[in-house]
Each structure stands twice: as structure tokens, then as C-alpha cells.
């Protein structure tokens, strides 16, 4: 039996009869902690760390490592990043047993970790994710009003 077998199982905050492979999406990703990773705010503006600009690479080339994903929108905060992201799973390839959500995000969060690593850069992510499915229209104005803000 390992340590695993006796940790309670963590319910899953993902809406069980959604598939997460088809819809648009408000996403937040945190940093372990919260931790400053992604850079600092100076004068009112983002300035990027290291690590902030390749994420900030990383989330510009989504689309060309997941033709199924497009990210509408998105800010890089120190700790963390909001990200709207449309998946069309008219797109993916078949097979796929994660949600194609999960696989994108998975995807960004592991190549961040990887080029953090190689570089011997200090970085962790928090290990999951917030989503919330955008129902409608006023929904995701409000959402991107939000991100717009920041």
C-alpha cells in the first residue's frame, strides 16, 4: 500500500455531464503559493520576468500545438494568468480520454515547467486549475471586461 492509497480522494470541481471538449472558457492559473514568478507591476504595468515572457510565448503559440484551441484573451498577472480559451472539438484528433480543456492546459503548464527547469529557474504552478464555462453572451462580456481591467 503506498501513501497515495491513504490520501481521501478530492472531489472533482469539473461539472460531471460537461465534457470540457467543446465551449469557450474563463481559466485561472496560479503560481505554487502565489508566488511572483511571472514578473512585477511597476508604474502600473506588467513588466515580465523570464519565465513571464516565455509564457507569454507559450500561450501565443497554443493554436499551433492545439489546432482545437484559441485563446480569445488573456493577462499575466505576477502569480497568475486569466485566459479565455475556445475549444472545438470538431478540431481534435480522436481518442482523446482527457478533456481537450485539461490537454491544453496541461500542455502550457508542463512546457512552462520544463523550460523553467532546463534554465534553473526556481517555478512551480498551483496543481489545478479554476474554469468556468462561459453560458452566453453577457457572461463573457463581463469576463472580458474583467481581464481587460486588470
Not at 84 to 93: E, G, L, N, Y
Amino acid at each position: 500500500m503506498n501513501n497515495a492509497d491513504n490520501m481521501p480522494k478530492r472531489k472533482s470541481p469539473r461539472i460531471r455531464y460537461h465534457s470540457y471538449s467543446q465551449g469557450i472558457y474563463f481559466v485561472t492559473i496560479c503560481t505554487q503559493d502565489k508566488r511572483h514568478y511571472f514578473g512585477v507591476i511597476k508604474n502600473g504595468e506588467m513588466c515580465l520576468s523570464r519565465i513571464g515572457e516565455f509564457l507569454d510565448d507559450n500561450i501565443k503559440a497554443i493554436h499551433s500545438h492545439n489546432d482545437y484551441a484559441d485563446i480569445l484573451l488573456y493577462v499575466i498577472m505576477p502569480n497568475h494568468v486569466h485566459m479565455i480559451v475556445a475549444i472545438d472539438d470538431s478540431k481534435s484528433p480522436e481518442g482523446k480520454k482527457r478533456s481537450l480543456l485539461s490537454v491544453v492546459i496541461g500542455g502550457m503548464k508542463q512546457m512552462v515547467t520544463i523550460f523553467a527547469r532546463r534554465n534553473n529557474i526556481e517555478f512551480a504552478w498551483q496543481t489545478r486549475f479554476h474554469d468556468h464555462i462561459i453560458r452566453n453572451g453577457d457572461d463573457g462580456r463581463k469576463i472580458t471586461e474583467y481581464i481587460r481591467i486588470i
